[in-house]
């Protein structure tokens, strides 16, 4: 056993790196699920993502239009989900379960062409001096422009839902429809809106794995990143810091399993490969044993079906 | 004991009637464990089944299954399979053994062929590679290419076939290079590309300098591509768009005339349960090419390796060889017998961790 040979700066930067897609996707979700909704198909909009932006940065060389690709092809798929349940008013959680075999399936028939393809390669950031500042340097400012976005997406969210008045419009509509209805706010077209926005949160989580983490394109390749997501929203009672402090412990077990694995410490393979997931259920359980508490930070509307007739 | 009885009786049914509509078609089943466009284990099962397919052209109907996962559904997959006709089905991953072995149960009359397994019944072959012999040529030039004298190794499983490949792996590199470490990361998994791109990551940045792996994807690959200065080779499949570098060289299984060999023995109705364990020297592991990244030294002294390997002059487990706990395992010049590789569960001498249980 040598744990000296865990750098835990290095450590740090691939935990932020291994978190990002999870993140990002997570990220959507809450905003979905704030205005009442509860989108299951995230690992579906998610790997479709992945093979979306993929094709297209191949096509273009371009991995920038591959990003771009990927929000457009999650958040079109986002409205399948959307169409079905706010306008033919459709269980949603049996739609978005359809979602993600649906998801996964899709992917699998567009990306027949692209496995073992590379993609252009996306460099990190060139941030100068910054980068070469011990310790911090390598921590905060030697990574890929994508980790930075997802940071400041977080802070957007954050303040979007706590400074805005559409924030407060988005919350109120999760909190109670018919109340945001009474006041004359369009309760299905703002929730549209939320549902496209996972939508496209969930792909650039996606065409993040598939660009630049792993970086290739292979079938069913998010492996149950966009459950971990989902699970991440709760987990995080729905706030935006706590979900940015939930994805990186969650990214931070599974890379450290593999560094403590690499480091010889002998703890069986089966039991370190699951602690990501046992440490996500033990907090889930901690968190709701106030019960009180844990039903006050979720939206009182979250999957409930709106009508305007109701 | 109902449904068992039904299940036979309809299988004998339909394996009746599927000899009599197609009396000169061998129908030929096969299920993966990933997709297969994989790029590595799967894919070449599936490429070798195409070759086979098209050795035989119209004499043969060809099914096949990817993405099976191992477990319940795996025996879901077989007997779907027997129950369609086909009349040997070929189940192409370790974890399918139990499944395989309980589905020929109920089918008699189908045969059944397993990869890499060791159970076998009436109606079960086995077959497999001698993958450590390939292992032994990756070793040589682990050993030799690396400068932070740190290899890592991505394990899938602590099954007997990933555990003989480490071990030949390590006795080679050290045999080259005396002060070489090797660190092992068990992923859990045969296919998840995330997951192997993590671990390459994790060994690089824990000063590993060449990877091996016994997963399936390309994903090591891209990681050590990203990461500069680190040396990989291609799994189960040649992975050359990899090459020259990182790919350096690669262990390729080649199926497809152990794959002709069975099916044209179904039609003669010689067919026999059996055991096959081929290597280099069969053609069943081949090497795939050395790059030019590798001194042309180095490359001959694998070349001259393989060669041995392949002649029979040298098997890759001869003593003297120590457990890892130091008691002895193989005496100067004794050579390991095929009963002990096929079930070894040990490091040898000089490994350090220890085998998950």
């Known amino acids: ?63 920038a239009l591959g990003f771009l690709a990927a929000i457009i092809g999650g958040a079109a798929l986002s409205m399948i989900f959307g169409l079905l349940t706010q306008v033919l008013m459709s269980n949603q959680v049996a739609t978005g379960l359809a ?30 001096v910054l980068s070469d500042l011990p310790v911090i340097g390598k921590i905060v400012f030697s990574h890929d422009a994508m980790v930075y976005v997802s940071l400041a997406l977080v802070a957007l969210v954050w303040a979007f839902l706590r400074y805005t008045r559409a924030g407060l419009i988005l919350r109120a509509v999760g909190e109670s429809h018919e109340a945001a209805h009474a006041l ?17 949160m969930a792909g650039l989580g996606g065409a993040y794995l598939s660009l630049i983490r792993v970086p290739q394109w292979t079938e069913g390749m998010t492996a149950g990143a966009g459950w971990i997501a989902l699970a991440l929203v709760v987990f995080a009672s729905w706030r935006p810091w706590r979900l940015l402090l939930g994805a990186y412990l969650f990214g931070g077990i599974t890379v450290l399993q593999l560094n403590l694995q690499a480091a010889g410490v002998a703890v069986p393979a089966e039991f370190l490969s699951a602690t990501p997931y046992l440490v996500t259920i033990l907090v889930l ?26 | 004991m109902k449904r068992r009885t039904f299940l036979a009786t309809s299988a004998l049914a339909l394996g009746l009637a599927g000899t009599a509509f197609a009396q000169d078609k061998v129908k030929v089943g096969f299920i993966y464990v990933g997709p297969v466009n994989d790029g590595g284990w799967s894919q070449h099962h599936h490429e070798s ?40 089905v070929f189940a192409t991953s370790f974890g399918f053994m139990d499944p395989t072995i309980n589905v020929a149960k109920k089918f008699p009359k189908v045969k059944f062929e397993h990869a890499t397994g060791y159970k076998r019944a009436e109606n079960v072959s086995t077959y497999s590679a001698r993958f450590y012999e390939g292992r032994a040529v990756q070793g040589l030039l682990a050993g030799r290419m690396t400068q932070s004298n740190v290899i890592g190794y991505i394990g899938s499983f602590p099954i007997p076939e990933v555990i003989r490949g480490i071990d030949s792996a390590f006795i080679h590199a050290r045999k080259v290079n005396p002060d070489v470490q090797f660190k092992v990361v068990w992923a859990n998994t045969w ?20 990877i091996l792996q016994h997963t399936d994807s390309t994903a090591p690959h891209a990681a050590a591509e990203k990461a500069g200065n680190v040396y990989t080779f291609g ?35 010689t067919w026999e349960s059996k055991d096959t364990w081929g290597g280099i020297a069969s053609g069943m592991v081949k090497i795939g090419e050395i790059s030019d990244a590798v001194p042309a030294e180095i490359r ?40 002990t590789l096929a079930g070894l569960n040990f490091y040898v001498e000089g490994l350090s961790g220890e085998v998950p249980k």
Request: proline share 6%; glycine share 10%.
């Open chain 1, 1 to 63: 056993m040598d744990l000296s040979a865990i750098d835990p700066v290095i450590l740090i930067a691939s935990l932020m790196v291994a978190s990002t897609p999870i993140l990002l996707a997570a990220t959507g979700e809450l905003i979905v699920e704030k205005s009442g909704v509860l989108n299951l198909g995230v690992e579906g909009m998610m790997i479709t993502g992945a093979i979306c932006g993929f094709a297209a940065s191949v096509q273009t060389g371009s991995p």
């Open chain 1, 99 to 128: 979602l993600t075999l649906f998801g996964l399936g899709l992917s699998a028939l567009i990306g027949q062409g692209y496995a073992g393809m590379k993609p252009p390669p996306t460099r990190p950031l060139d941030l100068g």
């Open chain 1, 184 to 200: 004359g706010y369009k309760v299905v077209r703002i929730r549209l809106m939320a549902i496209g926005f996972g939508g496209a």
């Open chain 1, 285 to 310: 359980v901690l968190m709701s044993a106030d019960r009180s508490r844990a039903a006050l930070h979720a939206p009182a509307d979250l999957g409930k079906t709106f009508h305007a007739s109701s």
């Open chain 2, 49 to 88: 089944a195409m070759v086979m397919k098209e050795h035989f052209g119209d004499a043969i109907e060809l099914v096949e299954q990817e993405s099976v996962p191992e477990g319940a559904d795996t025996e879901r997959a077989l007997t779907q399979m027997a129950l369609s006709g086909c009349d040997i």
């Open chain 2, 191 to 210: 296919f998840d590309p995330a997951k192997e791109a993590d671990a390459a990551t994790a060994l690089i940045n824990q000063g590993a300098d060449v």
């Open chain 2, 235 to 269: 799994q189960a499949a040649d992975m050359a768009e990899y090459a020259p570098k990182p790919r350096i060289s690669s262990i390729i299984d080649n199926w497809a005339p152990y794959y002709i060999e069975r099916v044209q023995a179904v039609m003669d109705g």
């Open chain 2, 300 to 339: 001959d002294e694998a070349i001259a390796l393989e060669e041995s390997i392949s002649s029979g002059a040298y098997h890759p487990f001869t003593g003297p060889l120590n457990k890892q706990d130091g008691s002895v395992w193989l005496a100067e010049g004794e050579v390991a017998d095929d009963g």
